[in-house]
């Protein structure tokens, strides 16, 4: 007897060292065929301890395929291997358990623990007749056999895992494209555990790839109790049993410095349980796709960044070589149509009876059908938002007004912290912005309002010098300018001054504000009177008024100067009237310089007040009204 054990121990260490196996599983095969013709038993058959089942399951029957890879685990707390007898875990095991007279149950020990059981099958004599002591040095024989294959197939598989784990990280990190580390994740799994099935689930900040099992992250009800949540939020390895009884579900979190990005889910048939290391790899996968995932996620922000910077810095350049405020917002809506492929695009300021006034170069939509209703509809979105909207589609959000508009992004302009108004961008389909747009749609209009606002300070400078504060007319200094520029280009003119009569009266009998009203009065019927006539109306000084014609004859301009003094005469309040003193000049006769034009103007107009006032006086006689 011991001389056939000597010779079992001498077969196995003999194979073990010069016949190993590459893998575990052809390992066990061998075993199981060297060990069922020394027991002589006619079948055979492996039950391995599934760690997370807490149960002894079929790992290997004889003629039948293996499922999974080398798990040596311990079957029972240490210092309780033998209260786990054989008939008990016969009874667990067998598919007939009624034959326990006919079966054999070998342990398979190391010094851990028990890690599984051999059991032979006989059909033709009572396997009980077999010695104890025959059955004890069978197994003292395996379990020298299994501590040593336990050893060499430890350290086999993991310096394998420390390499593949060397290579992928390898692979990761020489990638700056998001989809090329993802496809590497699940090529590089596949390869070392191809029965597993893998699913990528992806923060809502990517989209799902068709060539890839990616998935953005589900916050619905069904998926707020699953486990894959409970990993991304909490940035922690989870495993659970699938509940429809034949799976486990590992989900290991994409975890790099700054967050989560996502979860990777590995589902494991239970008949293919693994062990710590591999729970270990897979975390450690995770983790280092994490970083990379992270890396080229960053990369990928940057050169977006680093685009949108250019595009604004483009913008801004343009913007600042254009003058007018029309010309700025013209620019500005073809930039933003192009760069989101916006169907509108319009810019608002607000205007002082609360509505907004569209600025000239906003696109089609705004200038043509754009009106309180829909900016009341937009304003009231920044109340409920307290700042820049961004609303995918529209139907249903209490803007129905804007349609057939589903997508919007509403940016306010600001000016020192004061809101001077805002821009809107919209499409016809709904989800049609992304985030990252309305993010660059911020930054555009952050800078195209500090410069319309200085262009919007400029014309409103440029009004004040060249208007009348009073009277809304031009200014005697801008009418100057233009008297001797139509002089130097024209080839005739009439500089018409245009003075109140008994204007110190009045405002003696009804005060100031009363004086003020009726000069008032008096300029808007100057400017009925001359409108397309190409005329230019300023206030002169005091109750002065002028008024120059360029370019029509005499006559005509006697005409429009008699129908002022006329209706001024009837239509004011308290009635005035005034006197006029009428200077013309013709190329033909020499061009004056304007201020011996005005000279002119001035002897006619004390002609008139001479002559009784309310009458009109000029300086050449020959001169006819016709």
Same mark, same amino acid.
């Not at 600001?414 to 919209?426: E, I, N, P, W, Y």
């Given at each position: 007897?011991?001389?056939?054990?000597?010779?079992?121990?001498?077969?196995?260490?003999?194979?073990?060292?010069?016949?190993?196996?590459?893998?575990?599983?052809?390992?066990?095969?061998?075993?199981?065929?060297?060990?069922?013709?020394?027991? /002589?038993?006619?079948?055979?058959?492996?039950?391995?301890?599934?760690?997370?089942?807490?149960?002894?399951?079929?790992?290997?029957?004889?003629?039948?395929?293996?499922?999974?890879?080398?798990?040596?685990?311990?079957?029972?707390?240490?210092?309780?291997?033998?209260?786990?007898?054989?008939?008990?875990?016969?009874?667990?095991?067998?598919?007939?358990?009624?034959?326990?007279?006919?079966?054999?149950?070998?342990?398979?020990?190391?010094?851990?623990?028990?890690?599984?059981?051999?059991?032979?099958?006989?059909?033709?004599?009572?396997?009980?007749?077999?010695?104890?002591?025959?059955?004890?040095?069978?197994?003292?024989?395996?379990?020298?056999?299994?501590?040593?294959?336990?050893?060499?197939?430890?350290?086999?598989?993991?310096?394998?895992?420390?390499?593949?784990?060397?290579?992928?990280?390898?692979?990761? /990190?020489?990638?700056?494209?998001?989809?090329?580390?993802?496809?590497?994740?699940?090529?590089?799994?596949?390869?070392?555990?191809?029965?597993?099935?893998?699913?990528?689930?992806?923060?809502?900040?990517?989209?799902?790839?068709?060539?890839?099992?990616?998935?953005?992250?589900?916050?619905?009800?069904?998926?707020?109790?699953?486990?894959?949540?409970?990993?991304?939020?909490?940035?922690?390895?989870?495993?659970?049993?699938?509940?429809?009884?034949?799976?486990?579900?590992?989900?290991?979190?994409?975890?790099?410095?700054?967050?989560?990005?996502?979860?990777?889910?590995?589902?494991?048939?239970?008949?293919?349980?693994?062990?710590?290391?591999?729970?270990?790899?897979?975390?450690?996968?995770?983790?280092?796709?994490?970083?990379?995932?992270?890396?080229?996620?960053?990369?990928?922000?940057?050169?977006?960044?680093?685009?949108?910077?250019?595009?604004?810095?483009?913008?801004?350049?343009?913007?600042?070589?254009?003058?007018?405020?029309?010309?700025?917002?013209?620019?500005?809506?073809?930039?933003?149509?192009?760069?989101?492929?916006?169907?509108?695009?319009?810019?608002?300021?607000?205007?002082?009876?609360?509505?907004?006034?569209?600025?000239?170069?906003?696109?089609?939509?705004?200038?043509?059908?754009?009106?309180?209703?829909?900016?009341?509809?937009?304003?009231?979105?920044?109340?409920?938002?307290?700042?820049?909207?961004?609303?995918?589609?529209?139907?249903?959000?209490?803007?129905?007004?804007?349609?057939?508009?589903?997508?919007?992004?509403?940016?306010?302009?600001?000016?020192?912290?004061?809101?001077?108004?805002?821009?809107?961008?919209?499409?016809?389909?709904?989800?049609?912005?992304?985030?990252?747009?309305?993010?660059?749609?911020?930054?555009?209009?952050? /800078?195209?309002?500090?410069?319309?606002?200085?262009?919007?300070?400029?014309?409103?400078?440029?009004?004040?010098?060249?208007?009348?504060?009073?009277?809304?007319?031009?200014?005697?200094?801008?009418?100057?300018?233009?008297?001797?520029?139509?002089?130097?280009?024209?080839?005739?003119? /009439?500089?018409?001054?245009?003075?109140?009569?008994?204007?110190?009266?009045?405002?003696?009998?009804?005060?100031?504000?009363?004086?003020?009203?009726?000069?008032?009065?008096?300029?808007?019927?100057?400017?009925?009177?001359?409108?397309?006539?190409?005329?230019?109306?300023?206030?002169?000084?005091?109750?002065?008024?002028?008024?120059?014609?360029?370019?029509?004859?005499?006559?005509?301009?006697?005409?429009?100067?008699?129908?002022?003094?006329?209706?001024?005469?009837?239509?004011?309040?308290?009635?005035?009237?005034?006197?006029?003193?009428?200077?013309?000049?013709?190329?033909?006769?020499?061009?004056?310089?304007?201020?011996?034009?005005?000279?002119?103007?001035?002897?006619?107009?004390?002609?008139?007040?001479?002559?009784?006032?309310?009458?009109?006086?000029?300086?050449?006689?020959?001169?006819?009204?016709?």
């Amino acid at each position: 007897m011991e001389m056939k054990f000597n010779r079992l121990n001498s077969r196995l260490f003999e194979w073990m060292m010069t016949e190993t196996p590459p893998a575990f599983e052809q390992f066990l095969v061998k075993l199981m065929k060297e060990m069922k013709d020394f027991m /002589h038993a006619e079948g055979t058959a492996c039950y391995m301890f599934h760690q997370w089942r807490g149960v002894y399951q079929l790992y290997r029957q004889e003629d039948t395929p293996v499922y999974f890879h080398h798990s040596f685990a311990p079957a029972a707390p240490p210092g309780q291997e033998e209260q786990m007898p054989g008939p008990s875990i016969k009874g667990r095991m067998l598919a007939q358990p009624g034959h326990d007279d006919q079966v054999i149950v070998l342990p398979l020990k190391k010094m851990s623990g028990i890690v599984g059981y051999l059991a032979f099958t006989y059909t033709d004599k009572d396997s009980s007749l077999i010695p104890s002591s025959y059955l004890k040095a069978a197994s003292e024989s395996l379990e020298k056999v299994i501590e040593k294959a336990d050893n060499f197939y430890t350290m086999k598989e993991e310096k394998n895992m420390f390499e593949r784990l060397l290579n992928v990280t390898a692979h990761f /990190h020489s990638s700056i494209d998001i989809q090329t580390v993802l496809k590497e994740i699940i090529a590089t799994l596949s390869e070392v555990y191809p029965s597993f099935q893998y699913h990528l689930h992806l923060s809502q900040e990517f989209e799902e790839m068709p060539d890839l099992p990616v998935y953005v992250l589900s916050y619905n009800e069904s998926f707020s109790s699953n486990t894959g949540l409970q990993a991304f939020i909490t940035g922690e390895f989870q495993i659970i049993e699938n509940p429809d009884g034949q799976q486990f579900l590992l989900y290991a979190p994409l975890k790099g410095r700054q967050g989560v990005y996502g979860v990777l889910q590995i589902t494991i048939p239970y008949t293919l349980p693994i062990r710590g290391k591999e729970v270990e790899f897979f975390i450690q996968i995770a983790d280092t796709a994490g970083k990379a995932f992270e890396n080229a996620r960053l990369y990928e922000q940057a050169r977006k960044q680093n685009n949108d910077l250019q595009i604004i810095t483009a913008a801004s350049q343009r913007l600042n070589s254009y003058t007018k405020l029309s010309e700025k917002a013209a620019f500005m809506v073809e930039q933003i149509q192009e760069i989101f492929q916006a169907d509108e695009a319009g810019f608002l300021t607000y205007a002082g009876d609360g509505g907004a006034s569209v600025l000239e170069g906003s696109s089609n939509y705004f200038t043509s059908i754009f009106n309180l209703e829909e900016v009341s509809a937009i304003r009231s979105l920044f109340e409920r938002e307290s700042g820049p909207v961004f609303i995918s589609d529209l139907h249903g959000d209490g803007a129905d007004v804007l349609h057939p508009y589903r997508s919007l992004m509403a940016v306010p302009m600001k000016d020192h912290h004061q809101q001077t108004g805002f821009a809107v961008v919209l499409h016809k389909k709904p989800s049609f912005f992304s985030f990252d747009s309305f993010k660059l749609l911020q930054s555009l209009v952050q /800078h195209s309002a500090l410069a319309f606002a200085n262009s919007i300070l400029q014309e409103e400078l440029e009004r004040a010098v060249i208007t009348d504060y009073l009277t809304k007319l031009h200014s005697r200094i801008y009418l100057d300018h233009r008297v001797e520029k139509h002089i130097k280009e024209d080839e005739q003119g /009439h500089l018409i001054l245009i003075d109140i009569d008994h204007f110190k009266a009045v405002n003696d009998t009804y005060g100031h504000q009363t004086g003020d009203e009726v000069i008032c009065q008096a300029a808007a019927v100057i400017q009925e009177e001359i409108a397309g006539s190409s005329g230019l109306a300023a206030r002169w000084g005091g109750e002065e008024l002028a008024v120059y014609f360029p370019s029509i004859s005499a006559g005509e301009a006697y005409q429009i100067t008699e129908s002022i003094r006329e209706r001024i005469a009837s239509e004011t309040h308290p009635g005035v009237t005034v006197s006029c003193g009428f200077s013309s000049w013709k190329a033909i006769h020499g061009r004056p310089g304007r201020k011996e034009l005005i000279l002119q103007a001035d002897r006619a107009l004390y002609q008139a007040k001479k002559a009784g006032r309310n009458c009109i006086k000029k300086n050449d006689p020959g001169i006819l009204p016709g």
